[in-house]
């Protein structure tokens, strides 16, 4: 949940409902290159719109206009940044206010305030909550990774394989008995769960983009029970879980065992769970079908896991020897784009080369952009995890919180998660693409494919 884990349109949505402004007497701002409104209420929207995503839009803006540049999201002006040069002179590691929690609470009516020492204090417990459940639920995630694999083991290798959907699956259950505990052993629990979350979040993704929402009365009530319902599974766990020690410790004890109320413990676990959900099963989605296209990555990584495992067991030691493996996951995030789009409000008058950014602008990190800019990547349409061998590059991606210490938890947990499924997998099972099979890209909150994703499988031994 830090600075650059946010990634949609939506997030505009919740900065702009806040504070509207009216246009100023000149149609570009501060001599910032970029478009004018194409209507007079909801400026670049339609544009936007007809772009496909706020990704795709920002792709062509910054190819049109360069480094910087400027549009109007309703009345309000933004600027997007689209090379890690400009980023560099924007971003502010000491920024304590966490954008994507501020645009989820904002969408999910949450109102909860905090002063900068709470919001540290808070921080701290949710880093925490975030290791302590991944070192305390090991032995569980590789027995859910297991699972997975013995599922696969028994297919033909002439099976289609639903990819998006298994990666879903596991990626549900992974996350609801890690974040919340033993309740979400029971499969009836995860698929409820998983139902409540993706009427949310699809939402999330489009209902608040185009005031569809609050036009569909059914689909408000739809959203609006499922939101309620989540809630209060969560609210019976914080009081099952209160005063009391289980050997089993989850995501949400951390935050119980803090000096946190218990509206501030249900939004941080709700935060937490709608976005590790989406981003794990994504990423474990997209790692999978880069390792199908690739046969020489997949083949030195499986040598890496075969070195590093051996016949032994898998343990977090040896996992944490996966550095081949963690470029692989580096690079899957930068191919696909996993998080286009992050944002902050602009608090006082900055300035990035020769253009001066007036204070309360909206202001974009085009992620999207950055991220297949060749002047930082060479190739930058290849899938190639050997460029992280460079310790130049990997201080780039920190920078843009995919690693170090500005990358989010949410990512933090993703990346763990993916990588013990992935030594399980790869360690036993080729991993196959189907063949004449496109993949096409949908850019929402978390990028994804627009059909499912089909795979087959055959085993190594």
Known sequence: MLDFAIFAVTFLLALVGAVLYLYPASRQASGIPGITPTEEKDGNLPDIMNSGSLHEFLVNLHERFGPVVSFWFGRRLVVSLGTVDVLKQHINPNKTLDPFETMLKSLLSYQSDENVSENHTRKKLYENGVTDSLQSNFALLLKLSEELLDKWLTYPESQHVPLCQHMLGFAMKSVTQLVMGSAFEDDQEVIRFQKNHGTIWSEIGKGFLD???????????????????????????????????????????????????????????????????????????????????????????????????????????????????????????????????????????????????????????????????????????????????????????????????????????????????????????????????????????VTSSKEEAWITVSKRY
Request: glycine content about 4%.
């Open 211 to 445: 005031g569809s929402l609050d036009k569909n009365t059914t689909r408000k009530r739809q959203y609006e029970d499922a939101l309620m319902q989540l809630e209060s599974i969560l609210k019976k766990i914080i009081k099952e879980r209160k005063g009391r020690n289980f050997s089993q410790h989850v995501f949400i004890d951390s935050l119980v065992q803090g000096k946190l109320n218990d509206q501030q413990i249900l939004e941080d676990t709700m935060i937490f769970s709608l976005a590790s959900c989406i981003i794990t099963a994504k990423l474990c989605t997209w790692a999978i079908c880069f390792l199908t296209t690739s046969e020489e990555v997949q083949k030195k990584l499986y040598e890496e896991i075969d070195q590093v495992l051996g016949k032994g067991p898998v343990t977090p030691e040896k996992i944490e020897k996966l550095r081949y493996c963690r470029q692989v996951l580096c690079e899957t995030v930068r191919t696909a784009k996993l998080t286009p789009v992050s944002a902050r409000l602009q608090d006082i008058e900055g300035k990035i080369d020769k253009f001066i950014i007036p204070r309360e602008t909206l202001v974009l990190y085009a992620l999207g952009v950055v991220l297949q800019d060749p002047s930082t990547w060479p190739s930058p349409y290849k899938f190639d995890p050997d460029r992280f061998d460079d310790e130049s590059i990997m201080k780039t991606f920190s920078l843009l919180g995919f690693s170090g210490t500005q990358e989010c938890p949410e990512l933090r947990f993703a990346y763990m998660v993916t990588t013990v499924l992935l030594s399980v997998l790869v360690r036993r099972l080729h991993l196959l693409s189907v063949e004449g099979q496109v993949i096409e890209t949908k850019y929402e909150l």
